[in-house]
């Protein structure tokens, strides 16, 4: 057919090579391609792909920390971690999740809606994550799953830790924790990198130290192939347990006032009035914080919350009540700074005292006849307080009262503390928008009116004057730092003949000295003695006689209601009226008086009177905390040799 | 003029063995010898079923080039046509009794193993082409009942396959067709109108595309249109290629191969794999070696001095290359997944067979260069 080396094969082949250059040229170009793409994947975006590669390789599991402890003075833990039995799923190892809830609903006796509620969680997320089932099994219900384990497939059962308050007195001050809330992402962004189902602290302590109480959380990286199962461990973070906390709190005091206290709805404060270290913080009535850690029953939520007295309040810091009587210390002092009232100057009690025909009823109705400064503290005069207060006026009473810690918060970081108020003239124009009235400075002078305050504040108050007027910041924590207030104490003994003037103060020992002249300061303790421990002084039926415990105090009594002059004719006594209508009972004390050391308040809500029903239970708790002293003197010096 | 015969005739079976292409032989044997380690990575490093079988495989099928090269051109000439038709009928009984895998049906089942026709009929229709313009002379190319019978023999198979449905084959097919057509002088305004044809029926014919087909042109044009889904292979692959780095992972330590993220890593992505652990060194080593045996074949074909030979060699060769470069540029992103095994490396026996049947014909181009095929 076709000659081999026939002209037309030649034309062929010519045709042939030169297409094929073509083509040829086309490869060139292409494999250039591709090797440019190699380039850049291989050598410009490596660091990209490898960062990816390995997002895709690994995945991390994170693990809870375990919060730090909290405990009193003595070492002893007022909330702790106990252990706690936890059953989790994951839902990728069990075959059939049907047949597996229905075996657990026989063991555990799981309700079908938390049942229900877990199936639709599985459902949103990844396969490979656990889901907790229960969080706190009890022994018996964790060993019947460990029965049957083998078979159930994809059930977890371990051993966690869990809060623990081991005492109800500390409920208010530790606060709990409870399931993080949405609220709680919004206002912790460390929550942010925890893991699910940590427990945050929702109120007290807990709250207020919740940031590094709560510890750093730890993880386990494993490898994970495309389908997300755990191929092997790379790596293991156990995390870190939370900062450990050494508060000032006695733990045996707090339960012993909490006893004391009964059910009644009262507060107790004690501080040491060198250092603010509070000694011990009682709210009445308690509740158990441990039911908030798993979540709280429906049923003991409703009883907590229709409790007429407010089991969840921390009255201590967050209730308000007018200070009654014991602000005539206040109003004594702020008297004899300014200098406008001779303290020898007698005034005649008949009881009843006018005001732009307005009638001012002391407690006493048939008056307490002639009365010096020193008298009308001690029997608590109202009378003569009256004058006292019409004479100083409402503004320099308002500033000596802010002086001494009322009026303002006292603790840092407490977010159910309230602030309380002291009422000036400027105040009520700015909070009420009206003109201050003269009666109303009369009603001030004996703690009515606009008054509130905290009793936290009262006995700081208290504390403030114990130490012969010096400023001092309530603590709840263990703090080491030194002690001028001491150390001018100490000097003071040692010199008794030598004169300090305040700015020797100020510039030796640091110290913040809250008078003018401290001979004030020293007449109005003098005053509280002779309430106490004189004849006829409103609390002298619940003196000591021991010099060991002798106190010095002032009580109180905080209208509710106006009595009305019916009332007022019939001698109506505070036992027969409504509870809810009874005064607030209050009582300030320090002690023991010749070498103060403690300073208390006490509030009992509708108590009556503060000599009837507030001295009483002071005198149980001053004297267990005196008991103590000599305990917490040698702790302290223990502590500080270590340092 | 009869004296190329006589030449032939003295060939003892030591020249015959002393002419072969020697640098092309040590190239396929060096690439069989990557894949067996590519292999053996894919099984986890256990020397398992699949690096076995593909020993096995390589084994025979090299054997089978050998033998094949040692055929006269001449016998690869005349049974060319019947070699086509055969390919054809397989293709045809895959129709019928074919077996279905993956929602196509592309195998046929015979005892040792199974065959995809469609990859024989890659060099079926070379072949058949390679003949048929040997067979015509230049000025007949371009009359239109010229191109009759080379269109039908390229669209016939080629709808074959689009039927399975195998859209990967089927253009590889098609591309081949056209190389030989273009080499023996087809002029370039019939492949214009075939083009303008082509892309006039293409939304017709993506009307009958089956849903996952769309979806993985979609995906191509956009990877992260469905990072789980379509666009999961073309991620995870391009991650693979790109963690491997300048030196690679190292030999079975290819984390995206291991851990599963890396799919189909035995046959399409079996590059992925390669260049993961071996890195951009050993990307290049493997581009290089299958650009060496492209150039040898062109070479093969430069030598060769009938017009059957040149164009089976150069169209061989440049199909060669189609495939490497589909390959390469499906998992390095560069074109949609179309599925394109990459010759020898990607585990299959019928792929396999296929390339080398091809390099066994053009090997036995290169021993019989000077023997007319007529």
């Not at chain 1, 057919?1 to 010519?14: A, W, Y």
């Not at chain 1, 263990?478 to 020797?504: A, C, G, H, Q």
Request: net charge positive.
């Amino acid at each position: 057919m076709i000659n081999f080396g026939s002209g037309n094969t030649v034309i062929k082949s010519k045709l042939i090579s030169r297409r094929m250059f073509v083509l040829t040229a086309a490869k060139t170009i292409v494999f250039c391609g591709i090797f440019g793409r190699l380039v850049s994947l291989q050598i410009n975006e490596a660091t990209k792909y490898k960062t990816l590669s390995d997002k895709n390789r690994f995945r991390e599991w994170k693990l809870a920390p375990q919060r730090g402890v909290i405990r009193d003075y003595f070492d002893k833990e007022i909330a702790s971690n106990e252990k706690v039995y936890q059953l989790h799923i994951t839902p990728e190892n069990s075959p059939n999740l049907e047949t597996l809830f229905f075996r657990l609903k026989t063991i555990l006796n799981l309700s079908d809606k938390r049942i229900f509620y877990l199936k639709k969680k599985i459902a949103k997320q990844k396969p490979w994550e656990p889901i907790i089932v229960s969080d706190n099994l009890t022994w018996s219900e964790f060993s019947r799953i460990n029965l049957f384990l083998h078979e159930l497939p994809g059930v977890e059962p371990l051993v966690s830790v869990a809060r623990q308050y081991p005492d109800q007195s500390t409920a208010h001050l530790v606060g709990y924790v409870s399931q993080v809330s949405q609220k709680d992402l919004q206002n912790k962004q460390y929550l942010k990198d925890m893991s699910v189902g940590i427990a945050v602290g929702k109120t007290g302590l807990e709250n207020k130290l919740d940031k590094d109480i709560i510890g750093k959380v730890g993880f386990q990286r494993y490898e994970v192939n495309a389908f997300g199962k755990r191929i092997k461990q790379i790596q293991i973070d156990p995390g870190e347990t939370g900062k450990n906390y050494r508060t000032t709190i006695d733990l045996d005091v707090q339960k012993f006032t909490s006893e004391v206290l009964e059910d009644k709805a009262a507060s107790v404060c004690v501080m040491d009035i060198y250092n603010g270290d509070i000694i011990t913080m009682v709210s009445s009535p308690s509740y158990d914080p441990n039911s908030f850690v798993h979540g709280i029953d429906k049923k003991y939520w409703n009883e907590l919350i229709t409790n007429d007295k407010k089991p969840l309040n921390n009255k201590a810091i967050a209730g308000l009540y007018p200070p009654g009587s014991t602000i005539k210390i206040i109003v004594a002092l702020s008297a004899l700074e300014n200098g406008i009232w001779n303290p020898k100057k007698y005034l005649n009690c008949t009881g009843v005292t006018e005001l732009y025909g307005e009638k001012f009823h002391c407690w006493k109705k048939k008056g307490h006849g002639p009365m010096n400064l020193r008298s009308a503290i001690q029997r608590s005069c109202d009378v003569y307080f009256y004058e006292v207060a019409r004479l100083l006026g409402v503004d320099r009473l308002s500033e000596t009262a802010k002086k001494f810690g009322l009026g303002k918060k006292v603790l840092e970081g407490f977010i159910e503390e309230r602030a309380g108020v002291v009422p000036s003239t400027a105040w009520k124009r700015k909070f009420i928008g009206k003109n201050w009235y003269l009666g109303e400075t009369l009603h001030s002078g004996i703690g009515q009116g606009y008054f509130q305050s905290t009793p936290l504040q009262l006995c700081l108050m208290t504390a403030q004057i114990a130490n012969g007027g010096f400023e001092i910041k309530p603590r709840v924590l263990v703090n080491d730092s030194k002690n001028n207030l001491r150390e001018y104490i100490k000097f003071k003994n040692e010199n008794p003949n030598e004169p300090l003037p305040i700015d020797m103060l100020v510039s030796n020992f640091d110290l913040n000295p809250l008078f003018r002249n401290q001979e004030n300061i020293n007449f109005v303790k003098d005053a509280m003695f002779a309430a106490t421990n004189e004849a006829g002084g409103t609390s002298f039926r619940s003196r000591y006689n021991d010099q060991k415990f002798m106190f010095a105090g002032k009580t109180g009594s905080s209208q509710i209601k106006r009595f009305t002059e019916l009332q007022r004719e019939l001698e109506i006594k505070q036992k027969d009226i409504d509870y809810k209508d009874r005064d607030h009972a209050l009582f300030v004390a320090f002690a023991p008086y010749k070498d103060p050391k403690y300073a208390i308040s006490v509030v009992v809500e509708h108590g009556g009177t503060g000599s009837g029903s507030a001295a009483p239970i002071a005198k149980k708790v001053i004297k267990k905390v005196l008991e103590r002293d000599q305990m917490r003197e040698q702790v302290q010096n223990l502590t500080g040799e270590e340092i | 003029m009869f004296q190329p015969r006589s030449i032939q005739s003295t060939m003892t079976f030591r020249d015959k063995i002393l002419s072969m292409d020697y640098i092309l032989l040590l190239s396929i044997l060096l690439l069989g010898i990557v894949s067996m380690f590519a292999m053996y990575s894919t099984d986890g490093g256990k020397f398992d079923y699949h690096t076995k079988s593909h020993i096995l495989r390589f084994g025979i099928f090299f054997l089978m080039f050998l033998i094949i090269s040692l055929f006269q051109i001449r016998f690869w000439y005349q049974t060319s046509s019947l070699l086509y038709i055969a390919f054809f009928i397989l293709l045809l009984g895959v129709k019928y009794f074919g077996l279905t895998s993956s929602g196509s049906q592309r195998w046929l089942n015979f005892y040792f193993m199974n065959l995809q026709p469609s990859e024989l009929m890659k060099i079926g229709l070379i072949l058949f082409l390679a003949k048929y313009y040997h067979r015509i002379s230049t000025q007949d190319v371009n009359k239109i009942k010229f191109l009759f019978l080379p269109v039908v023999a390229l669209v016939a198979p080629v709808l074959l396959v689009v039927a399975q449905p195998d859209l990967g084959t089927s253009i590889l097919i098609a591309l081949g067709g056209v190389t030989v057509s273009w080499l023996a002088g087809v002029r370039v305004k019939f492949f214009a109108y075939a083009s303008i044809l082509f892309i006039s029926l293409t939304p017709i014919a993506i009307a009958f595309l089956k849903p996952y087909q769309k979806s993985r042109i979609l995906t191509f044009l956009n990877p992260d249109r469905d990072p789980l889904g379509a666009g999961y292979q073309i991620i995870q692959s391009k991650i693979a290629i790109g963690s491997g780095g300048l030196f690679g992972k190292g030999f079975l330590n290819g984390s995206q191969s291991y851990l599963d993220y890396l799919p189909e890593k035995h046959t399409d992505f079996i590059f992925t794999l390669f260049s993961e652990e071996f890195g951009f060194v050993g990307s290049l080593f493997i581009l290089i070696l299958y650009s060496v045996i492209i150039l040898r074949l062109i070479n093969i074909g430069d030598m060769t001095r009938s017009s059957f030979g040149k164009l089976y060699c150069y169209s061989f060769a440049t199909a060669f290359f189609i495939y490497v470069a589909v390959n390469m540029g499906m998992v390095l992103g560069l074109l949609p997944i179309v599925g394109a095994p990459l010759p020898i490396m990607s585990y299959g026996g019928s792929s396999m067979m296929a390339i080398m049947l091809g390099l066994g014909i053009a090997m036995s181009c290169r021993i019989y260069k000077d023997t007319p095929v007529n």
